[in-house]
T-cell receptor
Framework: AQRVTQPEKLLSVFKGAPVELKCNYSYSGSPELFWYVQYSRQRLQLLLRHISRESIKGFTADLNKGETSFHLKKPFAQEEDSAMYYCALGGNTGKLIFGQGTTLQVKP | DAGVTQSPTHLIKTRGQQVTLRCSPKSGHDTVSWYQQALGQGPQFIFQYYEEEERQRGNFPDRFSGHQFPNYSSELNVNALLLGDSALYLC??????????????FGPGTRLLVL
């Protein structure tokens, strides 16, 4: 079965601390993984996707097929990073399967 | 480009009624997907439309139906509303090139409350 698991509902860190938002997936084919972010009162927007291998706003994520993980990392958290983060799994079918989301709270 | 737009922003209905939600895709996009997001949950895929046909469907009952128009805009219809249909309904648009689908861009959503 296709599934995305984000084990933490809430992650709270201090400004300047490293951040790692966990995402594990279950998929039998060739996965395509995404991180979407939703800032307060804004729409869901793409943060990054694994095939582009970009770093957006200092965030990176590496697809680990052996561990079926796609954790989101940032070395130094900023207060403006506070938001809801969703990991999503796509394949060749076009639909996205989302995790339940992790709220990142960056304290000053 | 205003991006993906949805209407209405909010809607209140009673059980048993029917509702129609509307979505206009981002300029240049030809594919529309609909998602349901219950409170505290991640979005769940309802279905996807491409070339005016339903291409993919998630685990939703037949009460949920849709349509895509020649200008690529789309409607989501829900019949015989249940209390459990209360949720944020998200529309996402993308461009399909061959068998590859590009990034999905989301609209602001329509919040439906069923009383």
């Amino acid at each position: 079965a296709q599934r995305v698991t984000q084990p933490e509902k809430l992650l709270s860190v201090f400004k300047g601390a490293p951040v790692e938002l966990k995402c594990n997936y279950s998929y039998s084919g060739s996965p395509e993984l995404f991180w979407y972010v939703q800032y307060s009162r804004q729409r869901l927007q793409l943060l990054l996707r694994h095939i582009s291998r970009e770093s957006i706003k200092g965030f990176t994520a590496d697809l680990n097929k052996g561990e079926t993980s796609f954790h989101l990392k940032k070395p130094f958290a900023q207060e403006e990073d506070s938001a809801m983060y969703y990991c999503a799994l796509g394949g060749n079918t076009g639909k996205l399967i989302f995790g339940q989301g992790t709220t990142l709270q960056v304290k000053p | 480009d205003a991006g993906v737009t949805q209407s209405p922003t909010h809607l209140i209905k009673t059980r048993g009624q029917q509702v129609t939600l509307r979505c206009s895709p981002k300029s240049g996009h030809d594919t529309v997907s609909w998602y349901q997001q219950a409170l505290g949950q991640g979005p769940q895929f309802i279905f996807q439309y491409y070339e005016e046909e339903e291409r993919q469907r998630g685990n939703f009952p037949d009460r949920f139906s849709g349509h895509q128009f020649p200008n690529y805009s789309s409607e989501l219809n829900v019949n015989a509303l249940l209390l459990g249909d209360s949720a944020l309904y998200l529309c996402a648009s993308s461009l399909t090139t061959g068998s590859w689908q590009e990034t999905q861009y989301f609209g602001p959503g329509t919040r439906l409350l069923v009383l």
